[in-house]
Nanobody, 120 residues
Framework: HVQLVESGGGSVQAGGSLRLSCAVS????????LGWFRQAPGKEREKVAS???????VYADSGKGRFTISRDKAENTLYLQMNSLKPEDTAMYFC???????????????WGQGTQVTVS
């Protein structure tokens, strides 16, 4: 059973920064592809970034140069550092895990409950 718990969301002014965390509760967390997704009201969920078991990261164009995904394998924690935030970054942010450690699939197997990010 895989449990994902996000934290770190909140309200921030445009240009500010937030760091999201996701605690991954499974003994083999280091074998999973991990990712961050977001969903704004009235919009479809979109992938923000993903990181594979070799720490190769892929970013959506919307976050390139502003967001950094990382994983702490010792702590089984996923992070998303978000800088230069814009109002259009406002969304519920979800972390997700996939059994394909190389992040080759478009779907993810496990999801957290989300953490709200609001940029004004």
């Amino acid at each position: 059973h895989v449990q994902l718990v996000e934290s770190g969301g909140g309200s921030v002014q445009a240009g500010g920064s937030l760091r999201l965390s996701c605690a991954v509760s499974v003994s083999s967390a280091n074998d999973y592809c991990l990712g961050w997704f977001r969903q704004a009201p009235g919009k479809e969920r979109e992938k923000v970034a993903s990181i594979d078991i070799y720490n190769n990261a892929v970013y959506a164009d919307s976050g390139k140069g502003r967001f950094t995904i990382s994983r702490d394998k010792a702590e089984n924690t996923l992070y998303l550092q978000m800088n230069s935030l814009k109002p259009e970054d406002t969304a519920m942010y979800f972390c997700a895990a996939d059994l394909d450690g190389r992040c080759r699939r478009s779907s993810f197997d496990y999801w957290g409950q989300g953490t709200q990010v609001t940029v004004s």
